[in-house]
């Protein structure tokens, strides 16, 4: 683990998988020390907002290099399924990456179980990965961001899947849509999607 100074109120800790940061994040989070505010988890990272007032940065590192951490393997909840038409801006580059057809594209993503290992990027935006060893070739991001990305796009970059939930700028590689509602705010709860929230893609045609 890394811990480097992130501004005058927080630490980030970095690890070197997905597993040490979740492991971080609940061992962290099941008893939190006083002035600890906020546990933010990443990819490899978890961000320790703290106030100062309570606790200094210090104390707070000694603290997490205390409490050792251990890989924890992603969570498990309910399944859900969503529904999609594969006809993305992006299968062609997603094909490169996978060394397929573009046609195949579709086939290859559906036949994985995905599972959100944490939210990021923007409130309901589940960082989705491979359940278990169905690993795919890594998806590099798009060289320049769209300015805007509908709701409801399903795009890849890096070892990750995501549904956006609202319309945004992006720069993941677009590969379809769905018309599920990921966020509504007068939903309980209004994320469709939540870390450990196991995800089925399912083709649908337009």
Known sequence: ?????YGDRALLAEF???ELALGAHAAWSAA????VIELVPG???VLVRIDPEVIGLGHAEYWLREHGVTALDLP???????????DGDDLDVVAAAWGCSVDAVAQRHAEVEWVCAFIGFTAGFGYLVPVGAARLPAVPRRATSRSRVPAGSIAL???YC???PRASAGGWQLIGRTDA?????ERDPPALVAPGTRVRFTEVQA
């Open 76 to 86: 498990a909840g309910d399944t859900i399924t969503l529904p999609v038409i594969y």
């Open 157 to 159: 970059a890096a070892d």
């Open 43 to 45: 990819a490899r990272t």
């Open 1 to 5: 683990m890394r811990v480097l100074p």
């Open 181 to 185: 509602v990921l966020w509504d705010a």
């Open 162 to 164: 995501g549904v956006y």
């Open 16 to 18: 070197d998988s997905l």
């Open 32 to 35: 939190p020390a006083p002035g």
